[in-house]
Nanobody
Framework: QVHLVESGGGLVQAGGSLRLSCAAS????????MGWFRQAPGKEREFVAS????????NYADSVKGRFSISRDNAKNTVYLQANSLKPRDTAVYYC????????????????WGQGTQVTVSS
């Protein structure tokens, strides 16, 4: 079992930046890939970015390429999402995920989830 806790969300103006963090605990020795998904009200959960265990491979949704960057620090069991040039349409609850294939943008493929952190981008 892996326990995930997100932090770093908040209210930001369009064009601003946020850095989300996700701390993992529990069975973190299983070399899990990690990912970020988001869900806006009334919409399905959608893929944002993911990273392999080593950090050597990453995957991004087209909507965030060039603006968001995912990274991880395995010594701290933490994954980060640097979100720059934020837009109002980035407003959503952002969820950290673990235990899926890093190349998969299908949220059903991921085993473990955090509680989410709200990101609100004002225009």
């Amino acid at each position: 079992q892996v326990h995930l806790v997100e932090s770093g969300g908040g209210l930001v103006q369009a064009g601003g930046s946020l850095r989300l963090s996700c701390a993992a605990s529990g069975r973190t020795d299983n070399n899990y890939a990690m990912g970020w998904f988001r869900q806006a009200p009334g919409k399905e959960r959608e893929f944002v970015a993911s990273i392999s265990w080593s950090g050597g491979s990453t995957n991004y949704a087209d909507s965030v390429k060039g603006r968001f960057s995912i990274s991880r620090d395995n010594a701290k069991n933490t994954v980060y999402l640097q979100a720059n040039s934020l837009k109002p349409r980035d407003t959503a609850v952002y969820y950290c995920a673990a235990g899926g294939p890093y190349w998969s943008g299908n949220y059903r493929s991921w085993a473990y989830w955090g509680q989410g952190t709200q990101v609100t981008v004002s225009s």
